[in-house]
């Protein structure tokens, strides 16, 4: 009897854009629900003693103190407040910074006659930045709601601007309704910025480190391990590319507002990114850009590595699933 020829597997047809922002907003989504209580607490660390040279009324005496305030005062809302807008702006933004990171990646080094799977430092970390402005200009508005949410205490003694907001829906139908088009586009200049800077490192670092775990045979493709590693570094790598950019950004988008003669409505305490950390730098020091520094960490960790683990678990678990079915309809 004849032996049958054993017929090669076909290769993984590659994700298409769209497939890449869903699995990529999946992934977030996953991770935000459990980073967004240090996000609640980074905020309102941010707005602390905000332009006051003496420090101010001082609320929270660190991190761990505004966990245990939130709890006791607003209970579990308190601790996962503005979750709403941020599943929806997790899946804007990082639904693009995963989705487009490949395909703007590809193109570039197709512009200066590279490989599409060279990974050259210049066009993954432009690609990066690149996909990432993208998600800052969707994602704008949900992260205004979500910062103005999450500043919202429960407390006789509050932090910054207070918005009193039902739900993500009311900020809003509440900002377009007072404010127009415009109201909702206020801080998108410093989102990208901060956006930018950290989705310039994300990626390009997270596969950097995985490439050189693999080739150095320190670590397996596959392995959990892997994932983790290479997202812890690149973690880090975000937080000192993005602090002071972050707390601008929490401060552009939590400052009151009024209206001037011409209808037009102007932020009471800063003209633009620029203004405010040379306005924070001036009052309270430049240290000050680094408020909620130990909070950014504890969201932007875990934040980091359960979106770019689950991002790679999804992919390859989507992968298979598709993969088999293309099989199965090919026999």
């Given at each position: 009897?004849?032996?049958?020829?054993?017929?090669?597997?076909?290769?993984?047809?590659?994700?298409?854009?769209?497939?890449?922002?869903?699995?990529?907003?999946?992934?977030?989504?996953?991770?935000?629900?459990?980073?967004?209580?240090?996000?609640?607490?980074?905020?309102?660390?941010?707005?602390?003693?905000?332009?006051?040279?003496?420090?101010?009324?001082?609320?929270?005496?660190?991190?761990?103190?505004?966990?245990?305030?939130?709890?006791?005062?607003?209970?579990?809302?308190?601790?996962?407040?503005?979750?709403?807008?941020?599943?929806?702006?997790?899946?804007?933004?990082?639904?693009?910074?995963?989705?487009?990171?490949?395909?703007?990646?590809?193109?570039?080094?197709?512009?200066?006659?590279?490989?599409?799977?060279?990974?050259?430092?210049?066009?993954?970390?432009?690609?990066?930045?690149?996909?990432?402005?993208?998600?800052?200009?969707?994602?704008?508005?949900?992260?205004?709601?979500?910062?103005?949410?999450?500043?919202?205490?429960?407390?006789?003694?509050?932090?910054?601007?207070?918005?009193?907001?039902?739900?993500?829906?009311?900020?809003?139908?509440?900002?377009?309704?007072?404010?127009?088009?415009?109201?909702?586009?206020?801080?998108?200049?410093?989102?990208?910025?901060?956006?930018?800077?950290?989705?310039?490192?994300?990626?390009?670092?997270?596969?950097?480190?995985?490439?050189?775990?693999?080739?150095?045979?320190?670590?397996?493709?596959?392995?959990?391990?892997?994932?983790?590693?290479?997202?812890?570094?690149?973690?880090?790598?975000?937080?000192?590319?993005?602090?002071?950019?972050?707390?601008?950004?929490?401060?552009?988008?939590?400052?009151?507002?009024?209206?001037?003669?011409?209808?037009?409505?102007?932020?009471?305490?800063?003209?633009?990114?620029?203004?405010?950390?040379?306005?924070?730098?001036?009052?309270?020091?430049?240290?000050?850009?680094?408020?909620?520094?130990?909070?950014?960490?504890?969201?932007?960790?875990?934040?980091?590595?359960?979106?770019?683990?689950?991002?790679?678990?999804?992919?390859?678990?989507?992968?298979?699933?598709?993969?088999k079915k293309r099989g199965d309809d090919d026999s």
């Open positions: 009897m004849a032996s049958q020829s054993s017929t090669p597997p076909k290769p993984s047809r590659p994700l298409s854009t769209t497939e890449g922002f869903i699995l990529g907003g999946i992934a977030a989504c996953v991770a935000v629900t459990i980073s967004n209580p240090a996000e609640v607490a980074k905020t309102r660390l941010q707005l602390q003693g905000e332009l006051a040279k003496d420090g101010g009324v001082k609320v929270y005496n660190n991190v761990f103190d505004v966990f245990k305030k939130t709890w006791h005062n607003e209970g579990i809302r308190g601790i996962q407040r503005g979750l709403g807008p941020a599943y929806t702006y997790q899946i804007l933004l990082n639904g693009s910074r995963l989705g487009f990171y490949e395909p703007f990646r590809q193109t570039l080094n197709g512009f200066v006659g590279l490989s599409p799977t060279d990974q050259m430092p210049a066009t993954s970390i432009a690609a990066g930045a690149a996909s990432g402005a993208v998600g800052a200009i969707l994602g704008n508005p949900l992260f205004m709601v979500k910062a103005r949410m999450q500043a919202r205490i429960c407390l006789s003694l509050p932090v910054g601007a207070q918005h009193n907001y039902r739900s993500g829906f009311h900020a809003l139908s509440s900002i377009f309704k007072q404010q127009g088009f415009k109201g909702l586009v206020r801080g998108v200049d410093a989102a990208v910025l901060r956006t930018s800077m950290g989705s310039s490192v994300q990626l390009p670092t997270y596969n950097w480190t995985k490439n050189q775990l693999i080739s150095n045979g320190i670590s397996r493709p596959d392995s959990v391990w892997t994932y983790l590693a290479s997202s812890s570094v690149s973690g880090i790598c975000v937080l000192l590319m993005m602090q002071p950019a972050d707390t601008t950004l929490t401060r552009m988008y939590n400052q009151p507002t009024k209206q001037l003669p011409n209808g037009r409505h102007v932020g009471t305490l800063y003209k633009g990114p620029i203004d405010c950390l040379w306005k924070t730098a001036k009052t309270e020091g430049i240290m000050a850009w680094y408020k909620g520094s130990t909070a950014h960490f504890l969201r932007i960790a875990p934040h980091t590595i359960v979106t770019l683990t689950a991002n790679d678990l999804i992919i390859n678990l989507y992968k298979s699933i598709r993969d």
